[in-house]
């Protein structure tokens, strides 16, 4: 059974590095063509994609928010983070972490942990 | 960058087949996902590469996609379909959501 719980602060302040991580199991991110990937969803609006994560440590970025996001992973412990600097009101949202396989949609996705940002 | 583009919502009685679309350039050369998000829950893929529906999603679920637009069909929907869809594509390196869909079936 594949399971994904994703973890971290429910209040971050404005200009703060908001920092979460997935916590997975019924799977290994050293299995060839697996990948984790966080995707966050604001109140009320659409699902946004922001980082994924392959098995053989390639990262991909949202373009247009490549210059805040870092993605890591710890193979040993089944754990994928997310960090985004430079936190404002516009990124509060769910964060979700997601599995994807190879050549597949996100099949398999945590809970979702809401963040918000405020002073 | 490219982009998907779904109508805001969709509104069909009990019985009925809803048609929710997802448009964009040449999205026929693409493989389309789609996703169901009930309120309050993560979303579940309900349609994966176009047309393939995962274990455990019902035959009502249906999709096809060709030229700029790809669509998701629920056959004879039901009041426990209604939820907000999202269709999905990976443009080269970049996942890329649509707007989302709420369907309501009233």
């Known amino acids: 059974q594949i399971t994904l719980k994703e973890s971290g602060p429910t209040l971050v302040r404005p200009t703060q590095t908001l920092s979460l991580t997935c916590t997975f199991s019924?799977?290994?991110?050293?299995?060839?063509?697996?990948?984790v990937g966080w995707i966050r969803q604001p109140p009320g609006k659409a699902l946004e994609w922001l980082a994924l994560?392959?098995?053989?440590?390639?990262?991909r970025y949202s373009p247009s928010l490549n210059n805040r996001l870092t993605i890591t992973k710890d193979t040993s412990k089944n754990q994928v983070v997310l960090t985004l600097a430079n936190m404002g009101p516009v990124d509060t949202a769910t964060y979700y972490c997601?599995?994807?396989?190879?050549?597949?949609?996100?099949?398999?996705w945590g809970q979702g942990t809401l963040v918000t940002v405020a002073s | 960058s490219y982009e998907l583009t779904q109508p805001l919502s969709v509104s069909v009685a009990p019985g009925q087949t809803a048609r929710i679309s997802c448009g964009a350039n040449?999205?026929?050369?693409?493989?389309v996902h789609w996703y169901q998000q009930k309120a309050g829950q993560a979303p579940v893929v309900v349609i994966y590469?176009?047309?393939k529906r995962p274990s455990g999603i019902p035959e009502r679920f249906s999709g096809s996609n060709s030229g700029n637009t790809a669509t998701l069909t629920i056959t004879s929907a039901q009041v426990d379909d209604e939820a907000d869809y999202y269709c999905?594509?990976?443009?080269?390196?970049?996942?890329?959501f649509g707007g989302g869909t709420k369907l309501t079936v009233l």
């Open positions: 994560i392959y098995w053989d440590d390639t990262t």
């Open positions: 040449n999205l026929g050369s693409k493989n």
């Open positions: 999905q594509v990976w443009d080269t390196t970049t996942a890329v």
């Open positions: 590469r176009d047309s």
């Open positions: 997601a599995q994807r396989g190879p050549g597949a949609p996100f099949d398999y």
């Open positions: 019924g799977f290994s991110l050293a299995t060839s063509g697996l990948a």
